[in-house]
């Protein structure tokens, strides 16, 4: 077990749980002030073809904010090329260390189960195919039973919002505010 380096932002860690050795330790370190560079040339991509950084995450299917030249894509080229040597010499080892390191926090805060998809990322040339197609993962998968959804409302209680009296949007139909349930 070793003591995390004696350098921001690693000061006065608590090591209750350090199991890493000396030199693995300040390999991942040095890899952690790496990353932040490798962080700054992720934002340098986006903004490449997004216009701005950090407020566009990712890109949208059929354009870009800026148009892509041949110098914007050669200078995105390079930002990957870097980004992906790093992923695979050290973000991938690291991430692999750890988890080995403390296998044992796989089964920390673990949930029962029984998770519900109602499919996710739809793909094709006609968007047919689900990345994660949807189902029910208790032990075992299997689709998803509609028929036994329904809507509790046992623990909620309904108002007409106080707009409503206005007179100019009085004919909006039914709509409602949810309040939590006051104990009382």
């Not at 914007?72 to 992906?84: E, F, G, V, Y």
């Not at 996710?120 to 968007?127: I, M, Q, Y």
């Amino acid at each position: 077990m070793s003591a995390m380096p004696n350098y921001p932002p690693f000061l006065e860690q608590n090591c209750n749980d350090c199991r890493l050795n000396v030199e693995d330790n300040r390999r991942v370190a040095s890899h952690y002030m790496e990353a932040v560079q490798i962080s700054e040339k992720c934002h340098q991509l986006l903004t490449l073809f997004g216009g701005k950084a950090p407020h566009q995450h990712s890109f949208v299917h059929g354009g870009a904010a800026v148009a892509p030249t041949v110098d914007k894509i050669n200078q995105a080229l390079t930002l990957i090329r870097d980004i992906r040597k790093f992923i695979g010499r050290c973000l991938m080892p690291d991430t692999e260390l750890i988890a080995n390191c403390y296998a044992d926090y796989f089964s920390i805060g673990k949930t029962p189960g029984r998770l519900l998809s109602f499919g996710l990322f739809r793909f094709g040339s006609k968007n047919e195919q689900l990345l994660w197609k949807d189902g029910v993962l208790n032990d075992h998968y299997s689709k998803p039973k509609l028929d036994l959804l329904q809507e509790d409302i046992s623990h909620a209680w309904y108002e007409r919002s106080h707009f409503l009296a206005n007179p100019e949007v009085s004919n909006c139909g039914s709509l409602i505010r949810i309040r939590n349930r006051v104990n009382s």
